[in-house]
């Protein structure tokens, strides 16, 4: 059998081989013992010597030719065997959003937050505008400019957390009322808004007592 005739020969029995081949451990093998330094190929390769000087380029080109064919199967099956792989590794991890979800368990909003919500939507259909406050306050817009001077009678009842000397956890809601009427425009129409808020005294706590407490002041 001429060296051509073995070439073809082992072109033909991998081809059938290498598409058979569905793993890609076992196609790197295939490649290793097809196409490496010590593979049939080279072996076949190395009767050129016998063969006279005007046979050994055409045999050459074939052999190179033989090489490429079986180089680009593995390829190509490599490229199949991997796309197969991906393709079921998605189909294994898709999940189906039309599925209806696990309901989850909501809670309800605290009894004071409703009904601090229902007294602003009631005041809110009246005209009334909510603002906010601050919880940190300036003794002057607490006290002084509410008509509590520092020797009022109505600070010993509301003996409060100081933070400083003129800043105090606010002891009423009356504070925002202080500073809205101070920066309001008059001129633009009259003011009416409501302002709910946390505030505190110090005080003993008890059933019915506590240092921080909810208030609702509107005008």
Known sequence: MSLRDKLEQLADENRGRIMKTSDLEELNQIRVKLLGKKGPITEVLRGMRDLAPEERPQVGEFANKVRDELKTAIENQRHDIEQEMTAHKIAMETVDVTLPGTPVRRGTAHVIEQIIDDLEDLFMGMGYQVVDGYEVEEDKYNFEKLN??????ARDMQDTFYLGHDLLMRTQTSAVQARTLESHDFSKGPLK???PGRVYRRDTDDATHSHQFH???GW
Do not use: N
Not at 148 to 153: G, N
């Open 148 to 153: 509590i001077p520092p020797d009022h009678p």
């Open 193 to 195: 808004e409501i302002s």
């Open 215 to 217: 208030q609702m002041e």
